[in-house]
């Protein structure tokens, strides 16, 4: 069995991992949404950010 230091060690990296793709999905709709030439990949674009940066985290 893997010791506790080395299990935090592989969870840090699967966090950073995590939140590094999160980060670039969240840049690459901000920039879709910025510009997107038709008026509605803009809005879809919106859409998603607004999902995505919602920080609901279960209230409902």
């Given at each position: ?44 674009a ?7 940066l ?7």
């Open positions: 069995m893997p010791s506790f230091p080395a299990l935090t060690h592989v969870t840090s990296i699967i966090s950073g991992v995590a939140l590094l793709l999160y980060t670039t999905i969240i840049a690459i709709a901000a920039l879709v949404a910025l510009l997107a030439r038709t008026a509605p990949r803009r809005r879809a919106r859409r998603v950010l607004t999902i995505l919602r920080g609901n985290h279960g209230s409902e």
